[in-house]
């Protein structure tokens, strides 16, 4: 069993997904370069961001994977941002039927992170404040309580250009509250087990939050499954 990843950021998620695979996947190992995978590895590329990841990426990432010959599943994470996740599904599949694209006995996964990936990471109830007392926090949750309701779900504030950068606004926001802090760079204790358990108890009591995560969670245990077996 051997898996391509194609990820989106250049910082955080050539991070995360690794640290996050150790916990979820412990049985894969990871590989430096594409062609060193023999059985039960994976190798992880950071892309440039998007639309870079689809129209660059993409098609580099297939050729590596048609020439090895190896692979059974190719993995792109990327984020939805303003997009919904349906629709950048529908433009990576446009993109691959139009250039004629294919790939023989490897699987596409798609995993869109809606809307990026500090949104699943605002799924951690541990790290709330239940009563900030100083603004901006104070305002974030007044505007989206994440204690009770979908960090998927969550609007835009007044004062973001997007629902990305509010998104990691409220998560450095929360955290600092908490006395950890998060960057892109150095994003800390999120790559850790007991974060990650967090995220994983709050799709066990609340199903249908962080639908986007879900997905991810389930290729894995698809995964795990079949290494198992």
Not at 88 to 104: P, S
Not at 142 to 157: A, M, T
Request: hydrophobic content about 35%; proline content about 4%; glycine content about 4%.
């Amino acid at each position: 069993m051997n898996l391509y990843f194609l990820v989106e950021g250049k910082r955080t998620e050539r991070k995360v997904y690794p640290a996050w695979l150790n916990h979820l996947l412990p049985e894969l190992q990871r590989v430096n370069n594409y062609d060193e995978v023999i059985q039960n590895n994976y190798y992880l590329f950071s892309a440039e961001g998007y639309p870079s990841i689809i129209y660059d990426h993409l098609p580099n990432a297939v050729a590596d994977i048609c020439a090895n010959g190896r692979y059974n599943y190719f993995v792109v994470c990327l984020d939805a941002e303003e997009n919904t996740v349906s629709c950048i599904q529908q433009e990576i599949y446009d993109f691959l039927t139009a250039e004629n694209i294919q790939m023989e006995g490897t699987q596409l996964v798609i995993i869109v992170q809606n809307r990026c990936l500090e949104t699943w990471l605002l799924g951690n109830r541990k790290i709330y404040s239940r009563q900030p007392q100083s603004n901006p926090l104070l305002n974030y949750t007044r505007y989206y309580d994440l204690l009770i309701n979908c960090p998927e779900l969550k609007g835009k504030y007044d004062k973001f250009n997007t629902h990305a950068q509010f998104h990691e606004a409220y998560l450095k926001e929360l955290l600092r509250a908490k006395n950890t802090n998060y960057s892109k760079k150095n994003p800390g204790d999120v790559l850790k087990l007991h974060y990650l358990q967090q995220l994983l108890r709050r799709i066990e009591d609340e199903n249908n939050h962080l639908p986007s995560f879900q997905i991810f969670i389930q290729f894995c245990h698809q995964i795990k499954s079949k290494l198992s077996s």
